[in-house]
């Protein structure tokens, strides 16, 4: 991850094919396995992301993060996104914030904002 991504973060995970989160917390499953998909199958995640304007080369490195937590002056009130995709291509890093939802929930407006 980028030094300058990194600086904006008080915390965050790998994402992994198989997650270490609770059974319950089935939204956090999901994101983190399909997250985890696209850094061992860069064609997948390329196919996903083309249409967000991600480039994904052979040289290009796709690590993905769950459960991020920016940092913010009020303590424990930090922008919380589901995921966190970051691609680098050599001086060029692209990033996309990720907030999923499973079954029949609904995205809403503060958890875009």
Known sequence: MSSEIKSLLASGQLARLIPTVADS???ERATSTLLASFMVV???A??????????IGK???VTCYTEVVFKSPEKGKGPRPDGLVVINNGSKV???LIESKIGNSELTND???
Request: glycine share 4%; hydrophobic share 35%.
């Open 25 to 27: 917390k089935k939204e």
């Open 46 to 55: 390329m196919s996903v992301l083309s249409d967000a304007g991600a480039s």
């Open 111 to 113: 958890q875009v904002e």
């Open 59 to 61: 040289r290009s490195r």
């Open 42 to 44: 860069p064609s997948f």
């Open 94 to 96: 692209w990033t996309a």
